[in-house]
């Protein structure tokens, strides 16, 4: 009886070929909070707004942290920063009690950065809002993605061999 060959082939994967995303676009942004205190009666607050919600919450270091986004489909700086103003000022005693006594209260821009750079700008009045409920605006860029580029279409005519 002859014996088979149990050899293993191995076939190193394809590279694929990348480019980075051209755009530079907004993504986002979120209302970060993060303080000495348990922030739970400012998440529930905020998440009966029905105007944001929450996307984290934890207890790291003896800080408790929470982070919001707004519930609504928004890819404008201002018009999320108004809302966010808005639902802080309109907050009950007790959560406006802990916000004020935060120990960081953030408006966070997110950025993805391209090759292509953008302009963005924050009106003077939105800036005063965000002072107004004592917030720091903080803007984060993510570095350019890569992304895979598509194969070359193979000939599928039936009958082609080259």
């Not at 293993?8 to 530079?24: C, F, G, H, N, S």
């Not at 009966?48 to 929470?66: R, W």
């Not at 580029?149 to 000939?155: A, E, Q, T, V, Y």
């Amino acid at each position: 009886m002859a014996r088979q060959s149990r050899a293993k082939v191995q076939i190193a994967p394809a590279r694929l070929k990348t480019t980075i995303e051209e755009t530079t676009h907004f993504l986002n942004v979120d209302l970060e909070v993060k303080s000495r205190s348990n922030l739970q009666p400012l998440i529930d607050s905020i998440n009966e707004s029905k105007l944001a919600h929450e996307l984290s919450s934890f207890c790291f270091g003896g800080l408790y942290h929470a982070g919001f986004e707004v519930s609504s489909y928004v890819k404008k700086i201002d018009p999320i920063i108004r809302i966010f103003a808005r639902i802080i000022g309109e907050l009950p005693p007790e959560p406006r009690r802990l916000w004020d006594r935060a120990v960081r209260r953030d408006l966070n821009i997110g950025i993805q950065s391209g090759l292509k750079g953008e302009t963005y700008s924050i009106d003077a009045d939105i800036v005063a809002l965000a002072a107004k409920i004592n917030a720091q605006i903080v803007i984060t860029l993510y570095g350019a993605k890569r992304k895979a580029l598509k194969p070359p279409r193979s000939d599928r005519r039936l009958g082609s061999f080259s």
